[in-house]
Nanobody
């Protein structure tokens, strides 16, 4: 069973930056990609960004231009650099690996999830 552990969340100021990191362990087969999702209270979980094992990067419209995803597919590490943070409802950011052989954007297409790390942006 793949284990995913996120770190790096916390409190940031409006317009500030945070860097999240995710490490996957107990990986029997290298996932095709790893992705970041977020879920604010009362809202559905939404796709943020993902990176394929070939280095291709994918972003939601909300993340494009402010967030940068990077990582090391061989080490199963995925980072998310978040700049120009906005108050978006204190979401919990979770990383996940898809059950598909493509970079999925739907929550239902991801098989393994981390516990998540919360991000709070203060005005």
């Amino acid at each position: 069973q793949v284990q995913l552990v996120e770190s790096g969340g916390g409190l940031a100021q409006l317009g500030g930056s945070l860097r999240l990191s995710c490490v996957a362990s107990d990986v029997a087969f290298s996932p095709y990609a790893m992705g970041w999702f977020r879920q604010a209270p009362g809202r559905a979980r939404e796709f943020v960004a993902a990176m394929s094992n070939r280095g291709g990067t994918y972003y939601s419209d909300a993340a494009k231009g402010r967030f940068t995803v990077s990582g090391d597919s061989a080490k199963h590490i995925l980072d998310l650099q978040m700049n120009n943070l906005k108050p978006e409802g204190t979401p919990v950011y979770s990383c996940a690996t898809p059950s598909r052989l493509y970079v999925a954007r739907k929550e239902s297409e991801y098989a393994h999830w981390g516990q998540g790390t919360q991000v709070t942006v203060s005005a």
